[in-house]
């Protein structure tokens, strides 16, 4: 009975090994084709990664940037909202949502998000003042009522 006890636990363990390790190849296997730009390729490694590990937010943020370069907004954006719900100090999330609100002229919304860029950002820091030039280049709404 002790022999099938440990004989079951090693087959536990064995499972999450591999199950771990299959998760980190799909990951590593859609960044080099992502990188290829083979991006229909790395956009299913990338989902596949998501079902072994679903708080990936590296996962959510290469799909961001796929359907972006789709011109896919919707599933850009829902992409680029999870991986920052994943990881709130994601500053180039941040960036591009920014720029996808920039790009709608919503005002509020990148002034928002410029206060919190300004507190994540470390390698982006530079593109804070071409924030603030786009910002004033959008006439801010309801301001004036």
Not at 84 to 98: G, Q, R, S, T, V
């Amino acid at each position: 009975m002790k022999n099938i006890k440990t004989l079951i636990l090693f087959l536990i363990a064995g499972i999450f090994l591999t199950t771990n390790a299959n998760s980190e190849n799909f990951f590593a296997e859609a960044k080099k084709k992502y990188d290829e730009k083979s991006f229909e390729k790395s956009k299913f490694l990338f989902q596949r990664n998501l079902v072994y590990n679903p708080k990936d937010a590296k996962s959510y943020l290469y799909l961001a940037k796929i359907f972006a370069n789709e011109e896919n907004e919707i599933e850009q954006i829902k992409n680029i909202n999870t991986t920052l719900l994943l990881e709130p100090d994601n500053e180039e999330a941040m960036f591009i949502l920014i720029e996808y609100e920039l790009k709608k002229s919503n005002y509020s919304k990148v002034n928002e998000l410029k206060e919190s860029f300004i507190l994540i950002c470390n390698k982006l820091c530079n593109e804070k003042k071409n924030i603030e030039k786009s910002l004033k280049d959008i006439e801010p709404k309801n301001e004036s009522q």
